[in-house]
């Protein structure tokens, strides 16, 4: 049984960094690209960003890049979100989600998703 | 980007109704399209992704449609498990976008 585990949010200052972690299990994470999603309260979803099964290739949103890095370790079947410079309108539910397949064109949709971990940026 | 654009954003409904949700992308796409189920409190439910293509494990009365820019996801008669919201997603280019999201809530 596939299951993602989200860890590492809380409230931290404007201008303050955070890593959230994604513990993987039941499939051999190597094999697929793994994104963050993420829901402001009460909005909708975001996409933030993506890494190749291989953790070669990463791309980011507009909103976050170069504040946010992405990073995996296979080894350990973890997934991480590096987050510096947060700002109040990073405040959101952080989703772990698997995407189907490698970071190839027609296999960028999410099949599995962690439960979220919280994030909130606030003085 | 490409922009994502849902109609209606809520949507009143009994069950057994059948229920149209509308996704327009604000380029083309081609069919790389998922919908998602979402509700209160927890995560994403993958419904439907290459516009048609039914997640195994979705009920059949969930169908997908459409290419290009214009897409549907039906509900053919609503479930009292089906008050939710949906979202489309399009996964094009690398930088993916969902709709802003359509509530279905019970008429």
């Known amino acids: 049984e596939v299951q993602l585990l989200e860890s590492g949010g809380g409230l931290v200052q404007p201008g303050g960094s955070l890593r959230l972690s994604c513990a993987a299990s039941g499939f051999t994470l190597s094999s697929f690209a793994m994104s963050w999603v993420r829901q402001a309260p009460g909005k909708g979803l975001e996409w933030v960003s993506v890494?190749?099964?291989?953790?070669?290739?990463?791309y980011y949103a507009d909103s976050v890049k170069g504040r946010f890095t992405i990073s995996r370790d296979n080894s350990k079947n973890m997934l991480y979100l590096q987050m510096n410079s947060l700002k109040a309108e990073d405040t959101a539910v952080y989703y772990c989600?698997?995407?189907?397949?490698?970071?190839?064109?027609?296999?960028?949709?999410?099949?599995?998703w962690g439960q979220g971990s919280l994030v909130t940026v606030s003085s | 980007d490409i922009q994502m654009t849902q109609s209606p954003s809520t949507l009143s409904a009994s069950e057994g109704d059948r229920v149209t949700i509308t996704c327009r992308a604000s380029?083309?796409?081609?069919?790389?399209l998922a919908w998602y189920q979402q509700k209160p409190g927890k995560a994403p439910k993958l419904l439907i992704y290459?516009?048609?293509s039914l997640e195994s494990g979705v009920p059949s009365r969930f169908s997908g449609s459409g290419s290009g820019t214009e897409f549907t996801l039906t509900i053919s008669s609503l479930q009292p498990d089906d008050f939710a919201t949906y979202y489309c997603q399009q996964y094009n280019s690398y930088s993916w976008t969902f709709g802003q999201g359509t509530k279905v809530e019970i008429k």
């Open positions: 890494i190749s099964g291989s953790g070669g290739s990463t």
């Open positions: 989600a698997k995407n189907r397949g490698q970071l190839v064109p027609g296999w960028g949709y999410f099949d599995y």
């Open positions: 380029q083309s796409i081609s069919s790389w």
């Open positions: 290459k516009a048609s």
